[in-house]
């Protein structure tokens, strides 16, 4: 790659025997092991976590993608460290990166390079650290990452169709770091400094360890409260007793000053410390301000490019955390629902650095996060969030003491665009529309609202605007926590009159969800009929994927909403799931039949007079030619440039 000639391969961590060498090093304090190709940049787990180890003076080397199809020298290639191991599945679960929503195997793996498949193990966190753990017992394992955030409890996996204890049980591994791993390792990483022997971590915040109680005592810690949560062995014999344990779980790591919980796995009591405060804005600056390259390794270059890499290459992260809270969305549950904004200054110190790169050409392709437009949003009083136990401060309405001022965003913008080697800075994270609709959004000034919104349609987007509404129906979107789609609908007015007034001809996209829990085949034809007559073909949709810690998933396997324990039907079966989702390619030929045939069967006449009408007249949001669908299923970096058959299933970040 042209970009790393002015770099010397000592820039990044070592990965290999010579490289540690070259460094003149004897011995390493840390080794890393990831699912992902090594990417020194900000937007990887490993290189936050690698830098941040490196600051502290440790001698840190990463294994990425180590082979565990041959004789496993790959995790002993480095030898034993001084400290510990650190493992991690990569920045998605291994099994949404390796499967698609209907179980199929994908073809493309984002985080590896030339999208290469077979170079990240199914479970991969738990794989590696089993190995590690056998080939030096003696050598703590530290877990982390998306997928050890997702599986701290235990949970419904999808893949295998069973109840699965928690990661630290199927990993063997000391211990495991949940959510944004910068605070928690920081203290690791200061106690072990000073001669704490690991084993004696067990009060750490954001982090789980196993407690064996008849060996040793539970640790007390002045200011903490417990909570119990019913065992593992109680939820594998009844799906409601496991569905009352997401309740705590949720509310506990969203809540600022949050309770341990304990469960009993087998001889041993898993015990979760509370959360970390969230992240000040010079912690976070300081974690993006460390010296990355911002390249993949040089190892890669004859390789060929890494998709996820490449997605990102030229975009910056502004904030982290997500307070929508969404019933199928995993962000609250690694990320945190309080949000963790940037500095306009190191946002712009990055911005710096990416135009200096070689083969910038002026355009950053997004400045977002999580969701895009929640930059510098947080409660207008401290104390009123200090209480709060509401896993989103949206749903079902804004909350009064939420500042949902876009003022920020809106003039970290157009300080972005003041550089001068941007010539244009693209929004490419997804936008909440309903927060830009005054009727929703009652806490904003609908002029400051408007502002934002005709900033990013004049200025930050190219052709299509993407938004997520999710559904149409009201009982399906209130479950989601999602607002009514009647807010859909006015901004779209608001959408539409700006477009006309402004004259440019964009195109407004939306994301939908089908096989939701609570979602019908009814409902499905109402969504069907409601799009089309406000002009759209749908292409941005997904079958419902149930990922680990969320409600829709445990309301999927369980049949209970965790927080009534009242019985809720969700589509279950392969065929219920390809017929809601059917109803998405009305226009399809090969469709036509079945949704006729469907829609006499429940007596809705009206809908199929709104979908398989006499004239074609209703194509007045389409442009004149089709529309490719470059939206891959579950892996957000995979928008490739071949053409994805619209009839998988589709599946979104969030």
């Known amino acids: 790659m042209q970009e790393t000639k002015k770099h010397q391969l000592t820039d990044w961590l070592p990965t290999t025997n010579k490289e540690v060498k070259i460094r003149g090093w004897e011995e390493l304090d840390v080794i890393l092991f990831s699912g992902d190709a090594y990417v020194d940049h900000p937007s990887f787990g490993p290189a936050v976590i690698g830098r941040i180890l490196e600051s502290y003076g440790l001698r840190v080397a990463i294994v990425p993608q180590p082979s565990v199809n041959d004789n496993l020298q790959d995790f002993e290639k480095l030898g034993r460290p001084r400290l510990f191991f650190g493992v991690t599945g990569g920045c998605m679960d291994p099994m949404v990166s390796n499967y698609t929503a209907s179980k199929k195997r994908r073809d493309k793996d984002a985080y590896t390079p030339n999208g290469d498949k077979g170079f990240r193990p199914d479970y991969a966190t738990s794989v590696y650290s089993k190995i590690l753990k056998e080939k030096f017992p003696d050598v703590p394992v530290l877990i982390g990452g998306i997928e050890v955030s997702l599986r701290r409890v235990t949970h419904y996996d999808y893949w295998s169709d069973k109840l699965l204890p928690s990661i ?29 022997p690991f084993s004696s971590l ?11 109680q008849s060996q040793e005592k539970l640790p007390i810690v002045k200011g903490w409260e417990d909570v119990t949560i019913n065992s593992h062995e109680a939820c594998l014999k009844d799906k ?26 087998g001889d041993n009591t898993l015990v979760i410390n509370p959360p970390y405060p969230t992240m000040t804005e010079k912690e976070i600056d300081g974690s993006f301000d460390l010296p990355y390259t911002r390249l993949p390794h040089p190892k890669y270059n004859k390789r060929g490019p890494i998709p996820a890499f490449e997605m990102i290459k030229f975009s ?6 997500c307070f929508g809270g969404c019933s199928f969305c995993t962000i609250s549950a690694h990320q945190g629902k309080f949000i963790a904004s940037r500095s306009q200054e190191s946002v712009l110190k990055e911005i710096d650095k990416v135009a200096n790169m070689p083969d910038f050409k002026g355009y950053l392709s997004d400045i977002g996060g999580p969701s895009a437009n929640m930059y510098q949003m947080k409660g207008k ?8 136990v509401a896993p989103s401060c949206i749903s079902p309405v804004i909350c009064s003491n939420l500042d949902t001022s876009h003022k920020p965003l809106t003039e970290l913008y157009q300080a972005v665009d003041k550089h001068p080697k941007i010539k244009k800075s693209f929004i490419g994270s997804g936008i909440r529309h309903d927060m830009l609709v005054p009727e929703f959004n009652k ?12 900033e990013v349609m004049t200025k930050h987007v190219s052709g299509r605007l993407k938004v997520a509404p999710e559904h149409t129906s009201d009982p399906v979107l209130k479950l989601m926590r999602k607002p009514s789609f009647k807010y859909f609908h006015m901004f779209k007015e608001r959408f539409d009159r700006i477009n006309v007034k402004k004259r440019l001809n964009l195109q407004l996209i939306p994301y939908f969800i089908s096989s939701h829990p609570a979602s019908e085949v009814e409902d499905m034809a109402n969504l069907a009929a409601e799009t089309k007559d406000m002009g759209f073909q749908l292409e941005q949709v997904q079958g419902f994927t149930p990922t680990p810690m969320t ?21 279950k079966t392969k065929k219920e799931r390809e017929d809601q989702h059917k109803f ?29 009408p006499e004239t074609n007249s209703w194509k007045k949001n389409k442009k004149a030619q089709e529309t490719k669908n470059t939206f891959d299923d579950a892996v957000p970096f995979n928008r490739r440039k071949k053409k994805v058959s619209r009839s998988s299933s589709k599946k979104r970040r969030r």
């Open 168 to 196: 630290l049980e199927t990993s063997k591994a000391d211990m495991l770091v949940y959510g944004m791993g910068e605070q928690p390792l920081r203290e690791i990483v200061e106690l072990l400094q000073k001669g704490v």
């Open 202 to 212: 067990k009060n750490i915040k954001q982090t789980a360890v196993f407690v064996n």
């Open 240 to 265: 409601k007793t496991f569905a009352s344990n997401f309740k705590v779980i949720e509310q506990e790591s969203n809540k600022l000053k949050a309770r341990r919980v304990l469960q009993g796995i």
């Open 316 to 321: 910056i992260n502004i904030h982290r955390g």
């Open 381 to 388: 009083v401290q104390s009123i969030c200090d209480k709060c």
């Open 443 to 454: 806490n904003a000034d609908p002029k400051e609202l408007d502002a934002y919104t005709e």
């Open 551 to 571: 409600v829709a998933t445990v309301i999927y396997y369980s049949g209970y909403h965790p927080y009534t324990l009242k019985p809720t039907k969700t589509p």
């Open 584 to 612: 998405f390619f009305w226009y399809k030929k090969e469709n036509k039949d079945w949704i006729r045939n469907t829609l006499n069967k429940v007596g809705r006449q009206d809908l199929l007079k709104v979908l398989l």
